[in-house]
């Protein structure tokens, strides 16, 4: 029993040791929203105006399908009264086959453009780790943390608008 008490005892001689003198140094850490850096970054803002363009069609055509269907249901509850049962079933066929339109012209552009955001921003995630080691270096941080990781945190340590304020230096460059 003595042994194990003293091997206890020089276990939390060392803990204590150990936690006084890393509290004592100070030490500088920081939380970042890397998904909102990017997003609010003007290199990102440029390609996803450029994927908005490159859609537009498709979005304009899947509008006029929504705008449509909208009409003959519009069309169909006000004038329901005065249809016969086959134009009724007629038109509810119309706007159930614009719904299935719009559903798969949706479905089809999400994935399109998921794509193509995949392609464009390929590289953004090596300029963001060198935003966030200049930062480092610069600041002389010894933490960076996600921002998800963190329960609660105040401005003061959220450092998004820096890592940003980098991605468009080096972007600039």
Do not use: C, H, W
């Amino acid at each position: 029993m003595p042994i194990k008490q003293s091997i206890l005892a020089i276990l939390a001689i060392s803990v204590l040791t150990f936690t006084s003198s890393f509290a004592s140094a100070e030490v500088k850490i920081a939380v970042v929203d890397v998904q909102n850096a990017i997003l609010q970054s003007e290199e990102a803002k440029r390609l996803l105006t450029q994927i908005q363009e490159e859609f537009k069609g498709e979005e304009d055509e899947i509008r006029k399908i929504q705008s449509e269907a909208a009409a003959l249901l519009e069309r169909m509850n006000k004038d329901a009264d005065v249809m016969s049962d086959a134009e009724k079933r007629r038109l509810q066929q119309q706007i159930e086959s614009m719904n299935n339109d719009f559903v798969y012209l949706r479905q089809k552009l999400q994935r399109q453009i998921e794509e193509r955001q995949k392609e464009l921003f390929t590289g953004i995630d090596s300029k963001i780790q060198k935003a966030i080691e200049e930062l480092v270096l610069s600041e002389d941080y010894d933490m960076i943390l996600p921002r998800a990781a963190a329960l609660y945190v105040t401005d003061l340590y959220n450092i998004t608008r820096k890592v940003t304020e980098k991605l468009n230096q080096l972007d600039a460059e």
